[in-house]
């Protein structure tokens, strides 16, 4: 019972801090603030956290990880079937992109510096991504299923259709009609690797 009272109090923390990173940033949340809301004592967050910093990243591994998103898209992308990989690695895309790995306030130590950790994890996860999508594409011009072209260039194209609603929505709250986007970007990109 003791242990389940333990993991509770953690967690809400853990959530407590989790939303007030996002919102304000690490400069802006004191520990009186997370204790506030939380329902807990600065002593209880130091001995799960260690301390405001140690909650911080702890929030920020867990929020900007994109290991499901990451994983799912590896399995679109090793279908056999250049068509249907394209259109599963899309689909996914813009169907499960894990938007809050974005919340400005996970990126931000203090009011003017970033976190450097934070935008290593996010780009380390974006680069696996724009591998996989390179990846499909030398395998589909090996099968003679696209023409040859510099598979980088065309991930990184793919890509950036893709980033441009997501990043749209993300950051400037503009809502578009996903499922038509995703027709057009496929039918668009097989058309081009003709």
Not at 6 to 35: P, Q, W, Y
Not at 56 to 68: D, L, P, T, W, Y
Not at 169 to 192: E, G, N, Q, T, W
């Amino acid at each position: 019972m003791q242990t389940h009272e333990h993991g509770a109090t953690s967690d809400k923390i853990f959530r407590v801090a989790s939303r007030l990173f996002a919102e304000m940033g690490f400069a802006n949340v004191s520990v009186r603030d997370i204790c506030r809301e939380s329902g807990t004592t600065a002593p209880v967050l130091y001995y799960y956290f260690g301390s405001k910093k140690g909650l911080f990243e702890a929030v920020a591994r867990k929020q900007i990880s994109m290991n499901g998103f990451v994983l799912k898209l590896a399995k679109a992308s090793e279908i056999d079937d250049p068509r249907e990989a394209l259109t599963s690695f899309v689909s996914i895309y813009l169907s499960s992109f894990p938007e809050h790995a974005f919340d400005p306030g996970l990126y931000m130590r203090d009011s003017a510096t970033l976190d450097k950790q934070s935008a290593r994890i996010v780009s380390a996860d974006l680069e696996k991504i724009r591998k996989m999508a390179s990846t499909m594409v030398k395998r589909a011009v090996r099968t003679d299923e696209f023409r040859k072209v510099d598979a980088e260039f065309s991930a990184d194209c793919l890509l950036g259709m893709l980033n441009r609603v997501i990043f749209q929505h993300i950051h400037f709250a503009k809502v578009s009609d996903r499922d038509a986007y995703r027709k057009f970007v496929i039918d668009f990109f097989l058309r081009a690797m003709k």
